[in-house]
């Protein structure tokens, strides 16, 4: 397994996967406009983004209510995707759709819809088997953050993906500590499939958090991708919390 500890998550690559084996083994093209993610990775590998302060560092005051190890967090209300694009800035609550401009590779152009679905506090097992991997992560408290999406129109899109575009938030957007993992079943994320592309079908993204006893609590995730309106510094990423 190839491990290897990133820098500040505030300057996250934000890179687009693209599948284009459908059958068997996987290749991955990331577009030239893109600061790629996952330069360095083959197909099992883990990364630790360091933007929160560590189980060591002095951190600051909660921004928002705990959320209890022991309690899971899921969606409230289903709903429908709407073809109707989110404002930059937008918030949703859990279990809402909101949808967005999507521009993938050869300047195909789609609206994808996407909702948070649920909050999950890791078990004691995965998180054990994370800290083995990465040693930093001792102390922290493990989050899984599904989301779900659904394309909502536009052009042919299958085999690429955008999930390097969300990152787990507190609960004023700002990011927190996450833990990108390839190659692990317990929690993955994967490109959009023909089924996504043409038949309406909604795939799910796995995302980690990584929080510590005093710190900013995980609250839910921002759809923040590097060069759209939604950039986190150029932008208005869009938020999606519990």
């Known amino acids: 397994m190839t491990l290897q500890l990133g820098g500040n998550a505030r300057v996250r690559s934000s890179a687009r996967a693209v599948d284009r084996n459908a059958v068997g083994k996987r290749s991955q093209l990331?577009?030239?406009?893109?600061?790629?993610?996952?330069a360095w990775a083959i197909i099992a590998g883990l990364t630790l983004s360091g933007c929160a302060a560590t189980?060591?560092?002095?951190?600051?005051?909660?921004?928002?209510?705990?959320?209890?190890?022991?309690?899971?967090?899921?969606?409230?209300?289903?709903?429908?995707?709407?073809?109707d694009v989110a404002a930059p800035g937008s918030t949703v609550k859990l279990g809402e759709w909101a949808s967005y401009d999507y521009a993938g590779i050869d300047d195909a152009t789609a609206v994808i819809a996407a909702r948070l679905v649920s909050?999950?506090?890791?078990?004691?097992?995965?998180?054990?088997?994370?800290?083995?991997?990465?040693?930093?992560l001792k102390g922290y408290n493990v989050w899984f953050l599904s989301v779900e999406q659904q394309k909502v129109s536009g052009d042919s899109i299958a085999f690429d993906a955008d999930y390097t575009g969300f990152s787990p938030v507190d609960a004023n957007s700002e990011k927190i500590q996450d833990v990108?993992?390839?190659?692990?079943d317990d929690c993955t994320t994967q490109s959009f499939t023909k089924e996504f592309d043409t038949d309406g079908a909604t795939i799910e993204q796995c995302f980690i958090a990584a929080t510590v006893e005093g710190g900013n609590d995980v609250a839910g995730v921002i759809y923040a991708e590097y060069d759209s309106v939604y950039a986190y510094y150029d932008g208005k990423p869009l938020s999606f919390l519990k």
């Open 180 to 184: 990108t993992v390839i190659g692990w």
């Open 119 to 136: 909050i999950e506090p890791a078990t004691a097992a995965q998180t054990d088997y994370l800290v083995k991997q990465i040693s930093q």
């Open 55 to 83: 189980a060591s560092e002095e951190v600051p005051e909660a921004a928002a209510p705990s959320v209890e190890p022991t309690e899971e967090t899921t969606e409230e209300s289903t709903g429908t995707a709407s073809g």
């Open 30 to 38: 990331i577009s030239a406009r893109k600061r790629s993610a996952f």
